[in-house]
């Protein structure tokens, strides 16, 4: 959602899809071999990643090659760097990455948007949340940008953050808006320590790992959570959303690489996160690891 406020403040008119990782490529596909991508100036993808086949086709294709980049800060994907307009970047001189703050340093560097107070604010928040620092950072924006968007969805925070942004130097939240994080933040305090009561330790490819079964939107809440307070001796915690049947793996002990262990279910991720989707080609395999 940040790449696409942010692009918003740029351009005219901006048309956004929002998918899900198992989905861009069908996306892409389906616009490609409808001819839907003719209409546009400049695509962009942000926080996600296309196959090798769709990378080749776009690489083959000087017409589409010519508008299109990707960002994205994926460690299991770096290989993919080799594609001129592919730019997987794990960290700068800030830290590790998120595909807003890359694209918000794309945008400057080519002088599409200069930098400001809100602007920074806001991407470094973003960035904070996304690379699961901003408890380490106490930077109180990235949790509350997160709980708002929570309480109310995706397209009204698109419009929100929009507004709040184009006409201020200065990042802040409204009245009516604390009053809704603060609902929200209660809420998710609750919901979060009810999930850590039901954890199981289980031995997880020799880590001594948590498991949960849970609710998507509340993956980070209890990760953070377990870093913080330390209540289980566990390397890292899975956990397993219900509603959109994936598997979200985060680290508690820092010095755990959790990517290759998302890699063994057939997932992709960064050290500190990663996961999967839950499909016909790991049932097996995630069945037998959590039984």
Known sequence: MGGIVLLKL??????????EGFDVNNRFEFYYNNNLFDVYNRIYIT????????????????????????????ESVTEFNSYDFVNVIIKDEKGYC???SLLYEHLIKNNSMKRTNALNTFCEATRAYDTGIWNLTENDVARDLSLLFEAIGPDDYINKMYNKLKFKDEFRFYYNELKLIDL???STDNEV???????RIKNIYGYNAGVVYISYEYRNE?????????????????????????????????NV????????IGGKGHFGAAGCNIDENNLEEIVRILS
């Open 98 to 100: 998120c595909s807003t």
């Open 257 to 264: 690489n959790v990517r290759p262990i998302a890699e063994k």
């Open 193 to 199: 320590l009810s999930y850590i009561k039901k954890i």
């Open 47 to 74: 926080d996600l990643h296309l196959n090798k086949k769709n990378l080749d086709i776009i690489d083959k294709d000087k017409k589409l090659k010519h508008k299109l980049i990707l960002f994205d800060h994926n």
């Open 184 to 186: 929200k933040r209660h």
């Open 10 to 19: 740029i351009y005219k008119k901006v048309k956004y899809e929002l998918c």
């Open 222 to 254: 209890i990760a953070q959570y377990l870093r913080k307070n330390k209540i289980y001796d566990i390397d890292f915690i899975l956990l397993v959303s219900v509603d959109n049947y994936s598997i979200s793996i985060r680290n508690i002990n820092p």
